[in-house]
């Protein structure tokens, strides 16, 4: 299973984490199990330690829960969307964790199986939940209004051309419903263009179309930021949260969460922020970016962005 998952800054993570961590009883909760990876890692390198692994892909949970049986009892299993963490653990029980990780990519499974439809790179059903409940990319391209396609691609993509796009996607479903992976994508290259050699071929002119559907379909904003509230809250006094995100719009939510949440809030009088209530530490003033031989090893960790903070 390992040539399926490549866990991303495996190592800036695990140092990050590690120092709060290891003592017996001490607990880290991995809210993207996804192929456990990450998990696997901290299990084998810290033996005292147990681990809650969270995930709404049934798949993954099953895979990931094969590949983690030899740490026994070490780990507990939960279906779920880490946006709902806090409801997780008072469902469950499980004790506040000392570390807290959130790994946001798709996972390589996902990307790999034709049949999730998250790649254009292969046919496949337009779907890409990462769950198997609510919305699908094919109800959202089938359905939604014109100027509601617009949005999500200006949005969630940062799509240039937003509009033409959208127009065209209602014109063509007008006469049939747009079903697979690759309809999508040959409209979109019809709008567009193919890649120009040369002018950023490497990146396909259909990527950010992908890339907004997904977000529209998972929900991936729109809970972010109340996750990291949940996960601050949740964490033990001295406990540490990493957050791996993959384009500007998840990190400039990380970003801007952890700032405020370390700032505290404001005093009416002064305007000034009340250090005393801070409730973390900004442990990456910048985030952390995979390094050349990450890169060479595992491509798709190219656009990875970690961030961590601990709480006070």
Known sequence: MDELHIPVLLEETFELLAPALGGPGSLIVD??????G??????ERLPQTR??????????LELSRRRLARFGDRVRFLEGNFHE????RELHGFDAPQGI???????????????????????????MRMGQRGLSARDVVNDYPEAELERIFKDYGEERQARRIARAIAEERRQARLE????????????????RPGRGSRVDPATLVFQALRIEVNQELSGLGGFLDQAVQQLEEGGRLVVI??????????????????RGEIDPV????????????????????PGPVELARNPRARSARLRAARKL
């Not at 990450?38 to 299990?43: K, T, V, Y």
């Not at 990780?101 to 779907?127: K, Y």
Request: proline letters at 4%; glycine letters at 10%; hydrophobic letters at 40%.
């Open 31 to 36: 809210c993207t199990l996804g192929l456990g």
């Open 38 to 43: 990450h998990a696997e890692a901290f299990l």
């Open 51 to 60: 681990l809650v692994g969270i995930d709404r892909d049934a798949r993954a």
């Open 85 to 88: 963490l806090e409801a997780l």
């Open 101 to 127: 990780l959130a790994d946001l990519g798709v996972s390589s499974m996902q990307l790999d199986l034709a049949e999730r439809g998250f790649s254009f790179r292969q046919g496949g059903p337009l779907d």
């Open 180 to 195: 697979t992976t690759t309809e999508l994508r040959d409209l979109i290259l019809r709008v567009k263009g193919g890649p």
């Open 245 to 262: 995100s993959y384009h500007s719009l998840e990190d400039r939510i990380v970003k801007n969460r952890f700032r405020d949440t370390a």
């Open 270 to 289: 002064t305007g000034r922020p009340l250090r005393e209530q801070r409730l973390i530490e900004v442990m990456t003033r910048k985030p952390l970016r």
